[in-house]
């Protein structure tokens, strides 16, 4: 496994995404999404040039902070459980699947003093039973009601596209995220910039990157899944 090599693929493909889509390459953050790989691992991305850490399991996640942080920005991808936000919640930059007001209460009762909480609101685009987050319905109001949680800043939107064999048939879930996005966006609200989208993995983020992905969360293709 030769992360610097993957990382040099991955750019350029992004590099081409943002090019049909007239954006700059700038625009998008690689998320490396180190869950089932070493603190080696982790840090061999670091040194090749990543600077965003992907962790969605407590288990082993705050052994790599340890070991990398003030090297790049952590991210929190997976489900979190109220009960948990006490572990995280001063070592993690981004949590990217807020999803419900029993842990919006737990973030603002758990984070430290002067301390703003980067949250992407998780959305169900797809209406898959087996994919967490809110639905398409739901999502005006929760963001709406947010600003009783003044310690929370909803900095986008978040989703997973349904696993295809053909990443094109992700587009439509993509372009749908967006939209949202951009429905939150026009708002207004000073709690809810909602500039960013993450979207988009291993098998579908030039897609994701052609249709507006700010970060996309790329495991398997850049990192492996074992070591």
């Known amino acids: ?116 909480i980067k949250c992407f609101v998780q959305v169900n685009v797809s209406g898959e039973d087996s994919k967490e987050g809110l639905s398409e319905e739901e999502l005006i109001d929760f963001v709406v009601s947010l600003k009783n949680y003044p310690a929370i800043e909803v900095v986008g939107l978040m989703t997973m596209a349904p696993f295809v064999e053909d990443p094109e048939n992700t587009r439509p879930f993509f372009q749908r995220l967006r939209y949202l996005r951009d429905e939150v966006r026009d708002k207004n609200m000073s709690h809810a910039p909602c500039e960013h989208l993450s979207m988009g993995m291993s098998n579908d983020y030039s897609i994701a990157v052609e249709e507006g992905a700010t970060f996309v969360r790329i495991g398997t293709q850049l990192v492996g899944n074992r070591e």
């Open 1 to 116: 496994m030769d992360v610097t090599n993957n990382l040099s693929q991955i750019n350029h493909t992004m590099k081409q995404a943002c090019e049909r889509s007239n954006r700059e390459r700038t625009d998008v953050n690689i998320i490396a999404v180190t869950k089932y790989v070493s603190i080696n691992r982790t840090l061999e991305a670091i040194e090749a040039g990543v600077t965003h850490i992907g962790e969605n399991r407590l288990e082993g996640a705050l052994e790599k902070w340890e070991a990398c942080q003030n090297q790049a920005a952590f991210h929190f991808i997976g489900t979190l459980q109220s009960k948990k936000v006490k572990h995280v919640i001063d070592k993690y930059d981004y949590f990217h699947s807020l999803d419900r007001l029993s842990l919006a209460k737990e973030m603002q009762k758990r984070c430290p003093e002067g301390k703003k």
